[in-house]
């Protein structure tokens, strides 16, 4: 099982992008989806984070701005991000809970790199 993100990219301040996170091989559910991310020399922070219920969790400083959601048939995570700031440029990484038979294993993916410019 891998995560593939896609969607980073290049974008003016202001402007939106949506992240995508698909997770490839046989898995039954996505239990739990993640997006974290990581501005040069500093940690890995908690964007979002959604459940299989639904339920939705932002870091305060995305809050109203980035959704996450999932698309259950597609087995992806996705992160939409508005009205862009400079200070959201990262490096972002989408991790999983990931339900096969009776387990359930934590992956991530490569990252995607997303630079927002004034």
């Known amino acids: 099982v891998q995560l593939v993100e896609s969607g980073g990219g290049l974008v003016q301040a202001g402007g939106s992008l949506r992240l995508s996170c698909a997770a490839s091989?046989?898995?039954?559910?996505?239990?739990?989806g993640r997006w974290y991310r990581q501005a040069p020399g500093l940690q890995r922070d908690l964007v979002a984070v959604?459940?299989?219920?639904?339920?939705?969790n932002y870091a305060d400083s995305v809050k109203g701005r980035f959704t996450i959601s999932t698309d259950n048939a597609k087995n992806t995570v996705y992160l939409q991000m508005m009205s862009l700031k400079p200070e959201d440029t990262a490096v972002y990484y989408c991790?999983?809970?990931?339900?096969?038979?009776?387990?359930?294993?934590?992956?991530w993916g490569q990252g995607t790199k997303v630079t927002v410019y004034s």
């Open positions: 991790n999983a809970d990931v339900k096969i038979g009776d387990f359930t294993y934590s992956y």
């Open positions: 091989g046989s898995i039954d559910s996505i239990n739990v």
């Open positions: 959604i459940s299989s219920a639904g339920s939705t």
